[in-house]
């Protein structure tokens, strides 16, 4: 109890720091999501940097991209675990763009309450669509993770209509086990 005391009040004084409103979590109906420290490798990125899940669902994933594999569809990681830091850093980097607190969160949770922190969360693509963009909708991937993802206890956890004041994201799944 007391280290989550703790994390929900480094959690404030990051969120104030980068002009956040305190009510953020009611509005936006969205949980504290605490770091997760027990993370294992899956392997590199479409950038070729190291990304880590838990383990449950690192296997899950794996399973699912084997899965999917065999069924002609290739599901690639664009990004998985987020440290509370390094989604303070992207926001931070908007910021200093110009972007509005308003405007960028409604496409990066604040600190503290994005999947990614959990380790359960990945943002996937497939060759030939953009990257972390609406258009993902139209693949071959999107449908397949649509009608079999959920076997691997795997959920897209912003459909269009969701109560959260996030952007629509069909390539951010978590893993629900």
């Known amino acids: 109890m007391i280290k989550k005391r703790r994390f929900l009040a480094r959690i404030s004084q990051l969120n104030d720091s980068l002009g956040i409103p305190r009510e953020y979590d009611r509005a936006r109906c969205l949980p504290v999501q605490v770091e997760a420290t027990r993370l294992i490798s899956i392997g590199p990125d479409i950038y070729d940097r190291e990304q ?77 669509y953009p990257v972390l963009e609406e258009e993902f909708e139209l693949s071959d991937a999107l ?21 959260h004041g996030v952007a629509y994201e069909p390539w951010h799944w978590a893993w629900t086990a």
């Open 52 to 128: 880590k899940m838990l383990s449950g669902a690192a296997r899950a994933l794996q399973s699912m991209q084997q899965a999917a594999s065999g069924d002609g569809v290739e599901i690639q990681v664009v990004s998985a675990f987020r440290s509370v830091e390094y989604q303070c850093s992207i926001i931070r980097r908007k910021l200093e763009k110009g972007q509005d607190i308003e405007q960028i969160l409604k496409v990066s949770a604040a600190p503290g309450f994005s999947e990614h922190h959990s380790g359960r969360a990945v943002d996937v693509t497939t060759p030939g």
């Open 143 to 163: 449908a397949w993770l649509t009608g079999n993802a959920a076997e691997f206890s795997f959920r897209m956890s912003f459909p269009r209509e969701h109560p």
